[in-house]
């Protein structure tokens, strides 16, 4: 029975709401002074304001006092890789050097680099890899993380991250929402036949995804020199028919049209968009397509951070994410996210902390599940260690973290 009192936060900043947040709305937290939460068996049960007496018996519940700290609902990590084999320090170095990300992956390096480790590596391996970067990435607040496979770029290594990630959602106490990444570049195997590839994806490993439930989302990376708009169209309406919810890799490297193909498919997101346009900001706010920025990647990459001031102005939904990798965002620092997205983003400290909660939730599909702390909501919350969440942006590059609660239980 997982019964929690989280009494007399300094705030509960609620961000409040059962999906996603746009333009303005992202300013409003909802923030309760001196607030109190009530979690019943794993779900919130009350959020009261001060003075309200508590309507349960107290003998039943876990008490947590937490005066002096602000209590937020559980972060949202929209967007990751984190199940992969084998690392790429060395085209690290290379970067460093001024090899541009295009030049490594033509070399051999990038996303096929580690496709060789990951084929190599066994299950168990791959499992004991990813639950040490979510033991990594709860101690920072997260307790939702969206997985991605593409390291396989074959059916059985595909299918074996896949496996991965539904066995970490069963055992760890993270939840883990799946994502099918087939297309995420073409392997040797298949250069100059992209194509036959996707069609491959589309007739060969999709559907086995989707009959075996081992996915909730298709995702394929639309870029110049790796999937055109039409192969990315092809894929995703595919995908659709299966029966997955949408997301793209656009417009992360040249300007290429994909935030405008999010919009025209309704994607639930559009992620990098380091060079979206301006119709296709426009056309995804439109849609309602959720931009997920991942300011982590191109601080790595040394390149210019996606226009969120831009998109949040144009009434864009806003989320935020890591994107840990292995290549070009080899992290899940929480608290140099907020530090990026605030002082290189020009994102209010408030629109950061609805980005990578509520607003991130909707972009995994599950806003009205987690990412707030309203009544009926799963009891993902965070402690930190200071009263007010200005504190995550502020004290640069530090975890302010006090205690994470996962459905009800501190961990």
Known sequence: MNNIIIKNASQVVTCSGFEGKRGKEMNDLHVIENGTVIVTDGIISHVLKQG???PVNEADYEIISAEGKAVLPGFVDPHTHFVFGGYREEEFSWRMRGDSYMDIMNRGGGIV???RATRE???DDLFAAGKQRLDAMMQLGITTVEGKSGYGLDKETELKQLRVMRRLNEEHPMDVVPTFMGAHATPAEWKGREDEFIAFNINEVMPVV???KLAECADIFCEKNVFTIEQSRRYLQAARDLGFKLKIHADEIVQFGGAELAAELKCLSADHLLQASDKGIRAMAESGVVATLLPLTAFSLRE???????MIDNNCIVALATD???GSSFTASV????ALACIYMKMSPEEAVTAFTINSAAAIGRADKI???DVGKQGDLVLLQFPSYKFLPYHVGMNIVDTVIKKGKPL
Do not use: C, Y
């Open 113 to 115: 680099n580690t496709t």
């Open 304 to 310: 210019d951070f996606a226009r969120a001031r831009t």
């Open 335 to 338: 608290p140099l996210l907020f």
């Open 52 to 54: 309200e007496s508590i």
């Open 210 to 212: 989707a009959q075996g």
């Open 121 to 123: 590596a066994s299950e």
């Open 371 to 373: 990412g707030s702390i």
């Open 324 to 326: 840990l990798n292995p």
